[in-house]
Antibody, heavy 122, light 110 residues
Framework: EVQLLESGGGLVQPGGSLRLSCAAS????????MSWVRQAPGKGLEWVSA????????YYADSVKGRVTISRDNSKNTLYLQMNSLRAEDTAVYYC???????????????WGQGTLVTVSS | QSALTQPASVSGSPGQSITISCTGT?????????VSWYQQHPGKAPKLMIY???NRPSGVSNRFSGSKSGNTASLTISGLQAEDEADYYC??????????FGGGTKLTVL
């Protein structure tokens, strides 16, 4: 059974940094691309970032580009999201997801964790 | 990248069918057959219901079906059941090699 457990969320001041982690189990982690998707309180889903199985390719939404870095440690079956220069509008539940049903260009986030809440406030 | 356009809400009675639309542009929905649909119950993580416009993951009821015409994709739920009441989101691959979601549609089963 696929399990994804996010951690690292919390309260941070504007301009601060936070690193989110997502511990994966139940599948061969290195074989799958992974994504981060966020959801602001009471709002819709927003795709944030994705990374290939090897970690060699990364993708970012314009809203976080330059402030966020996605990475993975396949030896630890863990996905990361390093977030810097945080803003109030980054406040959201951050979900990690295992991408499946991949074509040559696109995957669908298919299995999701329960999320970790990031609150950016002074 | 602007969010895809979905109706804010739809409703239907048990047993009826409803359709939720998802409108984008030629740079996302219209340009690729990579539209997905997600169901989200309150306080829960999203669940993938449809991928690549028409395909259902294993375990998803065949009451859920997807289609696309031009820049608009659609999710149809037939034989509405009480447990279908949830928020539904579409997503699409884009020409920028990113994903974009719709704003979400709240489905009410009357």
């Amino acid at each position: 059974e696929v399990q994804l457990l996010e951690s690292g969320g919390g309260l941070v001041q504007p301009g601060g940094s936070l690193r989110l982690s997502c511990a994966a189990s139940g599948f061969t982690f290195s074989r799958y691309a992974m994504s981060w998707v966020r959801q602001a309180p009471g709002k819709g889903l927003e795709w944030v970032s994705a990374i290939s199985g090897t970690g060699g390719s990364t993708y970012y939404a314009d809203s976080v580009k330059g402030r966020v870095t996605i990475s993975r440690d396949n030896s630890k079956n863990t996905l990361y999201l390093q977030m810097n220069s945080l803003r109030a509008e980054d406040t959201a539940v951050y979900y990690c997801a295992k991408d499946e049903y991949c074509s040559s260009t696109s995957c669908s986030p298919a299995n999701w964790g329960q999320g970790t809440l990031v609150t950016v406030s002074s | 990248q602007s969010a895809l356009t979905q109706p804010a809400s739809v409703s239907g009675s048990p047993g009826q069918s409803i359709t939720i639309s998802c409108t984008g542009t030629s740079s996302d929905v219209g340009g690729y057959n990579y539209v997905s649909w997600y169901q989200q119950h309150p306080g829960k993580a999203p669940k993938l219901m449809i991928y690549d416009v028409t395909n259902r993951p294993s375990g998803v009821s065949n009451r859920f079906s997807g289609s696309k015409s031009g820049n608009t994709a659609s999710l149809t739920i037939s034989g509405l059941q009480a447990e279908d009441e949830a928020d539904y989101y579409c997503s699409s691959y884009t020409s920028s090699s990113t994903l974009v979601f719709g704003g979400g549609t709240k489905l009410t089963v009357l």
